[in-house]
C-alpha cells in the first residue's frame, strides 16, 4: 500500500509541475465594455447639412459624391439618397440610390456616391433625401470632412 500511494503522490506532483506554467499563463478575466447604449432614432422631419453634390463621369459612368452631416439632435435611421436623371423631355432614364447601412450619428460625416451607366440622353438629375421615420431636409454648405466611423 506504501508504494500505491508513492506513484499516486508522484503523479500528482507531476500534473502539477507541468500545469504550473499553463495556469501561471492564463490571463485575468479582461474588464467587459460599458454596454452601449441605445438612443433612440429621430422621427418626423431630420436636418442635415450637405456640400454641392460633385458629378463627374468616369470611365463611362456618371459619379456623384455628397458629403452629408447630421444636424438633427438625435440619429437618422434608415438613411437614403436617391438620384434621378432625366432627360430634355422631362422622361426618366435611370438613377442611383445610397443606403446607409446603420444609424447616421449626430454630427457624423459621411460620403455618398451615386454610380449609374453613362446614358446619352442624361439631362438634368434630382435627389430626394428621406429616412425610415419621416422626411430629411438638405441645407447646403460649402464644405464637411468625413468623420471616421464609430464602432
Known amino acids: 500500500m506504501n508504494r500505491l500511494s508513492q506513484r499516486m503522490l508522484a503523479t500528482v506532483a507531476a500534473f502539477g509541475?507541468?500545469?504550473?506554467p499553463v495556469a501561471a499563463q492564463t490571463p485575468a478575466p479582461?474588464?467587459?465594455?460599458a454596454p452601449r447604449k441605445l438612443i433612440s432614432?429621430?422621427?418626423?422631419?431630420?436636418?442635415i447639412e450637405i456640400t454641392k453634390p460633385d458629378t463627374k463621369v468616369v470611365s463611362g459612368e456618371v459619379v456623384t459624391v455628397i458629403m452629408v452631416k447630421n444636424v438633427s439632435p438625435s440619429p437618422i435611421a434608415g438613411f437614403k439618397v436617391e438620384e434621378n436623371w432625366y432627360d430634355k423631355a422631362n422622361n426618366p432614364v435611370g438613377g442611383g440610390v445610397y443606403r446607409?447601412?446603420?444609424?447616421?450619428?449626430?454630427?457624423?460625416?459621411?460620403?455618398?456616391?451615386?454610380?449609374?451607366?453613362?446614358?446619352?440622353?442624361?439631362?438634368?438629375?434630382?435627389?430626394?433625401?428621406?429616412?425610415?421615420?419621416?422626411?430629411?431636409?438638405?441645407?447646403?454648405?460649402?464644405?464637411?470632412?468625413?468623420?471616421?466611423?464609430?464602432s
Open 100 to 150: 446607409h447601412a446603420r444609424p447616421l450619428m449626430p454630427n457624423e460625416v459621411i460620403r455618398v456616391e451615386l454610380k449609374i451607366p453613362r446614358r446619352p440622353t442624361m439631362n438634368t438629375n434630382q435627389y430626394q433625401f428621406t429616412h425610415a421615420n419621416g422626411t430629411v431636409k438638405p441645407k447646403v454648405v460649402p464644405k464637411l470632412e468625413a468623420t471616421p466611423p464609430t
Open 17 to 20: 509541475v507541468l500545469l504550473a
Open 41 to 47: 432614432p429621430q422621427r418626423g422631419e431630420a436636418n
Open 30 to 33: 479582461a474588464a467587459q465594455p
